[in-house]
């Protein structure tokens, strides 16, 4: 299976400033994903990161709050725009590695708080 | 409507003994995949167990089990022989057809008790 990283693992944000998150793989993988975590909620997606190509938003999630960059097979960034106390939630990019497995692979997640 | 639903928020169960989450799912495609994932206290999602639609057996991973039941729409994870380490939170999960985005369910928190 995939190894994923994500950094930052944590941070507090002030708010009316962005933060950007990366997620390294260690191997390529076919697609990739990026879902939010609110405070005792469950997890739901933000979008599917496209390599070299605009990302897929999901309903609720747009690109000028949560751009997405995706310029290899390996690498994905998000970024959270203009915080406020209501991003304050675990972010978490995922990997598939190849359709033929179907198991996305998580990473640790990062934990932002916006004060 | 919700795609993922499972019903148990909390459960409480002994060190060595068994528990079973349940989980049941709606979907009209005929090609889907239901996940089991944990969540420990430190945030990480780990991947325990997979269930393809088309399957014929139910699936097995170590101490985990999952009780396949396709007319029912249930995938219930069952959890063998519990440990102190395996108090976290449990999430269901599907994606549809060639649709490789996942579904996730609200969760369930078990805490194995010494």
């Known amino acids: 299976s995939a190894v994923i990283s994500q950094k930052p693992s944590r941070d507090i944000c002030q708010r009316g400033t962005s933060l950007t998150i990366q997620c390294q793989v260690d191997?390529?993988?076919?697609?990739m994903f990026w879902y939010r975590q609110q405070p005792g909620q469950s997890l739901t997606l933000i979008a599917t990161?496209?390599?070299?190509?605009?990302?897929?938003?999901e309903s609720g999630f747009v690109i000028d709050k949560f751009p997405i960059s995706r310029p290899n097979l390996t690498f994905s960034t998000l970024t959270v725009s203009n915080m406020s106390p209501e991003d304050s939630s675990i972010y978490l990019c995922?990997?598939?590695?190849?359709?033929?497995?179907?198991?996305?692979?998580f990473g640790p997640g990062t934990r932002l708080t916006v004060l | 409507a919700q795609k993922i639903t499972q019903t148990q928020p909390g459960m409480f169960v002994q060190e060595k003994e068994a528990v079973t989450l349940d989980c049941t799912y709606d979907?009209?495609?005929?090609?889907?995949?239901l996940f089991w994932y944990k969540q420990p206290s430190s945030g990480e999602m780990i991947f325990l167990i997979y269930?393809?639609?088309?399957?014929?057996q139910n699936a097995t991973e170590g101490r985990y089990s999952l009780n396949f039941q396709k007319a029912r729409k249930s995938a219930n994870l069952v959890i063998s022989a519990s440990q102190l380490g395996d108090s976290a939170m449990y999430f269901c999960?599907?994606?549809?057809?060639?649709?490789?985005?996942?579904?996730f369910g609200a969760g369930t928190t078990v805490t194995v008790r010494a």
């Open positions: 995922s990997a598939l590695q190849s359709p033929s497995t179907d198991t996305q692979y």
């Open positions: 269930q393809g639609s088309y399957d014929q």
């Open positions: 191997s390529q993988v076919t697609m």
């Open positions: 999960a599907m994606r549809e057809g060639h649709d490789y985005k996942l579904s």
């Open positions: 990161a496209n390599q070299g190509s605009e990302a897929t938003y």
């Open positions: 979907t009209s495609d005929p090609s889907y995949g």
